[in-house]
Nanobody, 118 residues
């Protein structure tokens, strides 16, 4: 059974960097059948795709590309999101998810609430 678990601070101050990690168990993040994705949901809004990492590289949403970094630690079977210079508008529930290429998202983390506030 594949499991994804987000971790990171629940509160970040404006202008600082939001750092989240997704720990994957039950499957390898280097498996080329899958894309490893960050998605968020801001209060009162729909799901917003932030970016993805896979063996070929990383890709970030054009809306956040200049502030986003996605990386992975294959030894730990983890992938991470860094969002720089956050503002209160970055307050959201952040999810990591696995996308089965040519299929759909098949596994999600439970989500972690991040609040940006001084």
């Amino acid at each position: 059974q594949v499991r994804l678990q987000e971790s990171g601070p629940g509160l970040v101050k404006p202008s600082q960097t939001l750092s989240l990690t997704c720990t994957v168990s039950g499957g390898s993040i280097t498996d080329s059948d899958y894309l490893w994705t960050w998605i968020r949901q801001c209060p009162g809004k729909g799901l917003e795709w932030m970016g993805v990492i896979e063996r070929g590289g990383t890709y970030s949403s054009p809306s956040h590309k200049s502030r986003t970094s996605i990386s992975w630690d294959t030894a730990q079977n983890q992938f991470s999101l860094q969002l720089y210079s956050v503002t209160p508008e970055d307050t959201a529930v952040y999810f990591c998810a696995r996308f089965y290429i040519d299929h759909a998202y098949d596994y999600w983390g439970q989500g972690t609430q991040v609040t940006v506030s001084s």
